[in-house]
């Protein structure tokens, strides 16, 4: 782990050396210093950064309600517009959204929006202040399938509304990639229970251990009285390359390695050479849980251009503020061992001849994750090619009760943020199904 001091990533952001795999690595704001980063808003009539946000936060408000004290305001815009202001305060791409879009750009740097935004509901935490009341649960009964960020978002929604809302969650602890695919560097655990209690506290209910077509059919949730069902499942098939030796043990996949990682098992050994596969966000997380988890040595392969990686700046330069070395415009070639377990990973480039040889126990492939195959839970619905769900419009679907938001959405961006925004939209179309009477 680097010894290094405060390694500035950002001009305005100074990031603290980690002290372990479960410290929060950004800091955060305390109140004098969220109220001068407000003072710096130019007070926009038509705040740009409000329209940069995939979730319809509305940063111009908040930022706003900040500069004149009004913090409770400020929860209160959040939250009404956001239920999960505080995960998306921490692991939103900021830079390509409503920072980017900030006008004080055109002057210096834009607003620190989503640390002010997690200064917000730190705030609201640590004062006990409920910013949303719901209304009397009467309407009808909704159900919803996986309990990531869509289905949380949509609850929620729905919630305020005065409808009763169930999430059916086939694993033990709900949450989805938010509990199982984040390192807690980026996001801590605690954020995501008190997100989820948030909901929960609207008066949504949530049953874990509760697979829909093995635990319970769609018709037993229809027969229970549930008039819309949604879909809000993630991605939980991680894609893999065809590199010979990729069935020696100690090759895996992000999303087994991130989960195993954030597990409460104690033997989970994060490798002593380790080689993470991929150039996104998730290949960052791997990289970083291995770094963190005391691996000797940490490579990411990645087969275009660093300039080319979509990860997110900060946390790249994060990542490599941390020893992480980086191999661009090279793929790996075979995967070499003895006696089934995995030694050497060899990579040849792919915009030249060069070749590199690597020393490796693990190998962590995280190139992108695709959704299971709904068909036999949901038969008759519409999917693409590569088990997608088919959007018609505004998470409706082919099937008249049942919705899609979120990752198996074919027309989802697959952001948190964005999933949060699927979340509503699909409430929207949810209210509107039964408002007509379920036609």
Do not use: W
Request: with cysteine.
């Amino acid at each position: 782990m680097s010894n290094s001091n405060n390694v500035g990533i950002k001009e305005g952001i100074s990031l603290k050396p980690s002290q372990g795999y479960l410290e929060e690595t950004v800091p955060p704001f305390t109140p004098f210093l969220a109220i001068e980063e407000a003072s710096r808003c130019l007070l926009c009539y038509n705040p740009l950064c409000s329209e940069g946000c995939p979730a319809d936060t509305n940063p111009g408000d908040f930022i706003r309600a900040i500069r004149f004290r009004n913090l409770k305001g400020a929860a209160e815009i959040i939250r009404s517009n956001n239920i999960l202001g505080g995960v998306c305060a921490r692991i939103c791409p900021y830079e390509k959204t409503c920072e980017a879009a900030c006008a004080r750009s055109g002057i210096d740097k834009p607003i620190q929006i989503g640390r002010l935004q997690r200064f917000i509901t730190d705030y609201e935490k640590t004062t006990n202040f409920q910013a949303l009341d719901p209304p009397k649960a009467t309407k009808e009964k909704v159900a919803m399938i996986g309990s990531g960020p869509a289905s949380l978002s949509a609850a929620a929604t729905l919630a305020m509304k005065g409808y009763p809302v169930t999430i059916f969650e086939e694993k033990e602890k709900a949450g989805g990639v938010l509990s199982y695919g984040i390192v807690p560097a980026r996001l801590p655990q605690y954020v995501v229970d008190e997100e989820i209690e948030y909901v929960t506290n609207l008066g949504v209910e949530i049953k874990l251990n509760t697979r829909v077509g093995r635990d319970i059919s769609l018709d037993e949730i229809r027969k229970q009285g549930y008039k819309a069902i949604l879909i809000g499942a993630g991605m939980q098939i991680s894609k893999t390359l065809d590199v010979p030796g990729k069935k020696l043990k100690g090759v895996t996949t992000a999303v087994e390695y991130l989960a195993k990682a954030r597990s409460k098992d104690a033997n989970f050994n994060a490798g002593k050479h380790v080689v993470v596969i991929g150039g996104g966000d998730v290949a960052l997380d791997c990289a970083t849980t291995a770094r963190l988890k005391d691996a000797e040595s940490v490579t990411v392969l990645y087969r275009r251009t660093r300039e080319e990686a979509p990860a997110n700046r900060q946390e790249l330069e994060y990542t490599e503020s941390l020893g992480i070395n980086f191999a661009f415009t090279l793929s790996p070639a075979v995967f070499e061992g003895e006696n089934g377990k995995l030694t050497v990973v060899r990579a040849n480039g792919t915009r030249s001849k060069s070749a590199m040889e690597l020393e490796a126990d693990t190998v962590v492939f995280a190139i992108g994750q695709q959704p299971e195959d709904f068909s036999k839970v949901i038969e008759g619905i519409g999917f693409d090619k590569n088990n997608f769900i088919t959007s018609l419009e505004n998470g409706t679907t082919n099937i008249p009760d049942i919705f899609v938001a979120g990752d198996i959405d074919q027309d989802s961006i697959k952001t948190v943020v964005n999933s949060v925004q699927g979340g509503k939209i699909a409430a929207q179309s949810i209210e509107e199904y039964l408002t007509k009477g379920g036609k």
